[in-house]
């Protein structure tokens, strides 16, 4: 139920300021309706809205007390502008570590500022990096000072109190926290990418790229790319290419020491004078030694996954030689090397024979090519380098190229991506016969795009010769 409010009584007239007689409705001097004069407000203000708050008395400033003269016998001015804070946009004072006090002259750190920088306590001082202002500090806001500078903020170093040692690995996220052994920054928390997540390698004619591809949690494929010289002087180029068999254990170490080791021998046998494919042959064997002597290590000293089943480490070969005129290529397991003339009119080729279950039902005329590869068990390799490897077969083959071209050494991660040579040559750029990186990471990139299942690898060797006009030589073994 509502309440109707008592009239007022009036003091004065508002038409001629008399004085009213109590209960009158008009105004005996000049008539005025008292009726019509509003209500008084139920709030009762402590002061007249229409008068503004008396302002409190400012404290008078202390100026300091000038000097005489200064150094020069020259009268000191009676205030520098050092000497009375400022105050910013905001209305927070100016005064830091190194500016003297209004009162004191001494230095005096705002208590508000976000960040400092300079002094002795600079190593303390919360930073934030919000868009707010904050004349509060972060309890006030109800925020809370950032543990760690935001990695994205250029500006943020000054605010670390012990930087990196000499040689130390820094961060790849705030570019300045030291890399704990775990792998992690000790500044921002930021898990750092694993060396052999992406690596590129370039030398004057061979360029390789390695990739973890999109949907494995590491790269477990490995390569060796080198140079050196024939006892002639010619030059001779290698490059191996290691995939780690996912199901054993290991399997990115065992790719690393087959890479290494092949590559090693090839490099002690070549300048002696060996025949490219017999050094072949025994760089193969040395790689499968390496890989097998990681099986004798004890059991779980440097595995990865706790949870793994124990089983030896494995993983499949596939290498390229250019020397003397001659491509020597070998291989074990199901990583391929596919021949791709300069002149795109010209023929392209699969120099390898995958050691797998597809390749042994066509072999043996059980099936055709397409229906192999369709079925599940098509990638189940029948040949690898590890302990556990029924006997070990290196396979062989040289050729002699009469035309300029490009030798492809890759893995699976690539070719399931561009299976046939025709497929293979047309994701190979023109331009890599004079640039291999680019068109190494171009390769890897067709196989991110098709949608990187697997590590992708891939090793590009440019082979350039004088057209003879005849066909091409070739011995397999």
């Known amino acids: 139920m509502s309440q109707s409010h008592q009239q007022p009584a009036l003091s004065k007239c508002p038409g001629c300021e008399?004085?009213?007689?109590?209960?009158?409705?008009?105004?005996?001097?000049?008539?005025?309706?008292?009726?019509?004069?509003p209500a008084r407000p139920d709030d009762r203000p402590?002061?007249?809205?229409?008068?503004?708050?008396?302002?409190?008395?400012?404290?008078?400033?202390?100026?300091?007390?000038?000097?005489?003269?200064?150094?020069?016998?020259?009268?000191?001015?009676v205030v520098r502008p050092a000497d009375v804070p400022g105050t910013d946009s905001g209305g927070r004072p100016l005064t830091g570590p190194d500016t003297p006090d209004a009162e004191s002259g001494q230095g005096a750190a705002s208590p508000s500022g976000p960040v400092r920088t300079g002094g002795p306590d600079a190593?303390?001082?919360?930073?934030?990096?919000?868009?707010?202002?904050?004349?509060?500090?972060?309890?006030?806001?109800?925020?809370?000072?950032?543990?760690?500078?935001?990695?994205?903020?250029?500006?943020?170093?000054?605010?670390?109190?012990?930087?990196?040692?000499?040689?130390?690995?820094?961060?790849?996220?705030?570019?300045?926290?030291?890399?704990?052994?775990?792998g992690y920054c000790e500044n921002?928390?930021?898990?750092?990418?694993?060396?052999?997540?992406?690596?590129?390698?370039?030398?004057?004619?061979?360029?390789?790229?390695?990739?973890?591809?999109?949907?494995?949690?590491?790269?477990?494929?490995?390569?060796?790319?080198?140079?050196?010289?024939?006892?002639?002087g010619s030059p001779a180029v290698v490059a191996i290419v290691c995939d780690g068999v996912s199901s054993a254990s290991?399997?990115?170490?065992?790719?690393?020491?087959?890479?290494?080791?092949?590559?090693?021998?090839?490099?002690?046998?070549?300048?002696?004078g060996t025949h490219p494919q017999q050094a072949m042959h025994e760089a193969i064997v040395a790689a499968s030694e390496a890989v097998n002597a990681l099986a004798r290590?004890?059991?779980?000293?440097?595995?990865?996954?706790?949870?793994?089943?124990?089983?030896?480490?494995?993983?499949?070969?596939?290498?390229?030689?250019?020397?003397?005129?001659?491509?020597?290529?070998?291989?074990?397991?199901?990583?391929?090397?596919?021949?791709?003339?300069?002149?795109?009119?010209?023929?392209?080729?699969?120099?390898?024979?995958?050691?797998?279950?597809?390749?042994?039902?066509?072999?043996?005329?059980?099936?055709?090519?397409?229906?192999?590869?369709?079925?599940?068990?098509?990638?189940?390799?029948?040949?690898?380098?590890?302990?556990?490897?029924?006997e070990l077969e290196p396979h062989t083959a040289a050729f002699k190229p009469d035309r300029p071209g490009l030798v492809v050494v890759c893995t699976d991660g690539l070719w399931n991506y561009a299976e046939s040579a025709e497929e293979m040559a047309a994701a190979v750029p023109?331009?890599?016969?004079?640039?291999?990186l680019h068109a190494a990471r171009a390769l890897v990139g067709h196989a991110l795009d098709g949608g990187g299942h697997d590590n992708v690898t891939v090793a590009l060797v440019p082979f350039a010769v004088r057209p003879q006009g005849a066909g091409s030589a070739c011995d397999t073994v």
């Open 430 to 436: 023109a331009d890599a016969q004079r640039q291999p």
């Open 250 to 272: 290991r399997p990115d170490e065992a790719s690393a020491a087959a890479a290494s080791a092949a590559n090693e021998a090839l490099l002690e046998s070549l300048p002696r």
């Open 123 to 182: 190593a303390a001082a919360r930073v934030r990096h919000d868009d707010r202002a904050d004349p509060g500090g972060a309890e006030a806001s109800g925020d809370f000072a950032l543990a760690a500078p935001d990695p994205r903020a250029p500006e943020h170093t000054a605010s670390f109190a012990a930087a990196p040692a000499p040689g130390a690995k820094v961060c790849v996220a705030c570019r300045s926290g030291r890399v704990d052994a775990d």
């Open 46 to 77: 402590t002061m007249a809205i229409t008068v503004p708050p008396a302002a409190p008395p400012a404290e008078a400033v202390r100026w300091p007390v000038a000097e005489e003269t200064d150094s020069s016998d020259v009268p000191a001015p």
């Open 18 to 37: 008399e004085p009213p007689v109590a209960g009158d409705l008009f105004c005996g001097a000049c008539g005025y309706d008292l009726s019509a004069v």
């Open 297 to 390: 290590e004890p059991a779980g000293a440097r595995e990865h996954d706790a949870h793994r089943h124990q089983n030896a480490p494995a993983c499949t070969l596939v290498g390229a030689v250019m020397a003397g005129g001659l491509l020597i290529v070998g291989w074990v397991g199901d990583s391929r090397v596919y021949w791709v003339p300069e002149d795109r009119t010209q023929p392209t080729a699969r120099l390898t024979e995958d050691d797998s279950w597809a390749a042994q039902m066509v072999a043996a005329g059980l099936m055709n090519e397409a229906e192999a590869y369709a079925d599940e068990r098509a990638h189940a390799i029948t040949g690898w380098l590890g302990a556990d490897a029924y």
């Open 188 to 232: 921002c928390g930021h898990a750092q990418p694993r060396e052999r997540d992406h690596m590129e390698q370039e030398l004057d004619a061979v360029a390789a790229v390695s990739d973890r591809g999109l949907r494995h949690h590491r790269n477990e494929d490995s390569f060796a790319v080198s140079s050196t010289a024939l006892p002639d």
